[in-house]
């Protein structure tokens, strides 16, 4: 917690309880909705988020919204629109609220795009709402902001490069979805928030160097990835957005808001130092001078800035992380290498390969050096996300080939050995091919490692004919004492 103004933050972690609680202030607003066919009267409540609302009679999309608790029809206000491609965007707005609830901004969140569909499709359906909002509410057209987490986080920071006017976007454990598209006269502002643990860091160090070079604000929000840091990460991704209209004059200067801020940003950096992350503490350091350098006088943060890049501690911690980087690339490089070509030429004989591959990332993780058992998480994490690409890559064509996607499921077992889910996809896709003794051996190394659900042996998809052999029922018996078919004693 932020020490010298630690009422402030507890304020903050108040209010992510207090918008449930609070009795809601009803507001109508009564106008020309979406494109002007009709009017309707809308009863809006204010401090809490209303789902479901349509667009139009016409056009089979909703969304969520929330108003902040000092919301009014006049002034202008900035809009977040939280992107969720999973069909969750209600959960997923109610980490911004809070924050957004601070700052005074409106929410919203649409319910119609989905993974599933096309990303013009998508997109055209981002652009719908925020058209409709901008007609329905009084919003600043040039505050319009988008954020997500992980895939829908990759969604968020496309809409500003599609979608024109689109201010700014954050970006939570995930890096830009194509650098390639990003162009010099349509400059956005960038926040990118990720935990160093996460398989995208290394990623978004890279995108922070292609944003430089386009001369686009932005912003690396390091964190770890427990709720109340990603609350605290949410409230300084909007504070960037705050600091910056103000500095460009899109918002009025608050200077008792400006002087907040900066000290909850520097009592933050103590916080850092006193926990020996000098590396975070420099970047925010970084941050912290790049955001107020029109606002406020840094000069004392510039100095303490240039000790600790003198600091013996901070050298070592910058030197070992370097390193790891640096052996990051060439494994990843390697995995992105093999995988291919294993999946291409179905080599189960080198599942092996893959599982000391699996132990070597598991003693980095294990090891002594923080910035090693960092990377072997961000390791894991990449490896399974390229089994996930190449899962979903298999799935999405007209004939699916199973021999792929077994394999593939069998390397998962590797990687995320507690997911109990891989092992029943192995023992499906096995027995749909008859390939019992697969599957055996699959489920035998589920019920081994902990897999509790005798009810979930016996629905698995493909395997009526698996689970009426002796050797399932066996196996049963074996691991929960009793077996739904008799078993014939010779």
Partial sequence: MFKPNLQFWRGFCCMCFMTRILAPLTLILTGLVSFGVHSQELKLKKGIIVDSLKIHDSIPQTYALFLPENFELKGKW??????????????????????????????AAPNAIHDSLSLSENMLRTKTLMDHLINLLPLNKSRVYTAGFEDSGRFANLVPIF????????????????????NAKNPFQFVGVVDKKNYNYPMLLKDEKVLNGFKFPNSILVGTPSMDNVQRRIFQSISHFELLAMSRGNAAKDSILIEELYQMD???????????????????????????????NTDSLRERKRALKRDRGFRLQKREEEGALFKEILLREDFAFYLEEDVLTYNFNNLGWWNYQKTQIDKYINGTSKAEREMGHRLNGYVNALIEDNIDLVNSQKVVDEEALVFLYMLKTIIIPKDFDNYLKVASVASKNEDFGTALFYLEEALKKGFTSKEQLYTIPNTALLRITPEFNTLVKKYFNDARYKIKDE
């Fill in 266 to 296: 520097i009592a933050y950096i103590e916080e850092l130092l006193a926990k020996k992350e000098y590396l975070i503490a420099n970047r925010v350091m970084a941050e912290t001078l790049n955001s107020y350098r029109t606002l406020r």
């Fill in 78 to 107: 900035p809009l977040l629109a939280v992107m969720n491609t999973s069909g969750k965007a209600k959960q997923e707005m109610a980490t911004f609220v809070p924050a957004a609830n601070h700052f005074g901004y409106v929410v």
């Fill in 163 to 182: 979608i024109k006017d689109v201010e700014g976007t954050i970006s939570i454990n995930a890096a830009i979805a194509n650098v390639e598209l990003l």
